[in-house]
């Protein structure tokens, strides 16, 4: 059977795999500890929970605006107000299946073949991928890692060309956890600006900054910025609601209905009790944001404390989400064993049964991501694996 040419350009997910050899593992009884999931380990609080079986009880089991329900909808433009000092109005506001949907349906209207969007490196694994669907070209900078994986204005500057029609950035960062700080990203959206380039700003860990840290969206730097800024938001991450699929993007009006258009000819509407379930988690306490938050701070305070103390490790401290983005360069190098990072990962889940996802799949193979998304009881086995592991190898 012949498959398409834009499926067959497609890369296989590093990510997948390794989730698929780890989960192999532990259906034949193996004690596997899984330290690449993108998602929270806590499940979705109870007063979400309860929202979502009221709205079945309710009928709301049917289909909705592709857009997503007004009711949303205005919950959405109230965070952004609250969270962010931005207003949008309904018709700049639209729901859809998860943010990566967000950003697929994004892509798809805004590239034609040949276009190009400007990507940082590292970067999230589907981003590359749902730009070469749209038949766009994505075009990558890279983050050195002595100035924390971010990209300069000037790198930003040479890589744009009369194709290119967008910068995409992540703050926090999958997979690297690092923020950009306001004046970072003003020196890197006047760039955008002076070049007419929208800027896709892609804010799905927000609520996840440590310390001092605090979070700026790109869209409300100013006016301008406001206007050339489309962004990609959802409750997956601080609500720990991955299963449920809502996600939303605020911005240009004529682009979000287009992307509500897509949306009616390919899912019709994003799933009507999950909707109702992110309304009560928009609207509801935020007090179980902190305690995960609380949780996650630990467990990224005591990974780096154990990372730091094993020779040919390098980490920096990441400033949010919940990775920690690990060189294991040299002690690839040092081994005998294994060609590159890639195959070190494979021996890792091989040998002391711990999955972490190669950072190849991210546009840096040098590294490895590890998600603290997970028990302090996990977490303790697995850098005591790690350990023994580097040891071993080295």
Known sequence: MRLSKRVQ???????????????????????????????????????????????MRAGHTKYTPSGGIPELKQAIAEKFQRDNGLTYRPEQIVVTSGAKHALYNLFQVLLDPGDEVIIPAPYWVSYMEQVKLAGGNPIIIQGDESRSFKVTPEQLRGAITDRTRAFLINSPSNPTGMVYRREELEALGRVCLEHGLLIISDEIYEHLIYDDGSHVSMAALGPQFYEQTIVINGVSKTYSMTGWRIGYAAGNADVIQAMAGLSSHSTSNPTSVAQYAALAALTGSQEPVQEMKKAFKERRDYVLQRLQKIEGLRCQKPQGAFYAFVNVRSIVESSARFRDVDEWVKGLLEEELVAVVPGSGFGSPDHIRISYATSMEQLEKAMDRIERFVNKHR
């Open 9 to 55: 350009q497609l890369t296989p997910s590093t990510t997948l795999a390794i989730t698929a050899k780890a989960k192999a593992l532990k259906k034949q009884g193996h004690d596997v500890i899984g330290l690449g999931a993108g998602e929270p380990d806590f499940n979705t609080p109870e007063p979400i929970l309860r929202a979502a079986e009221e709205a």
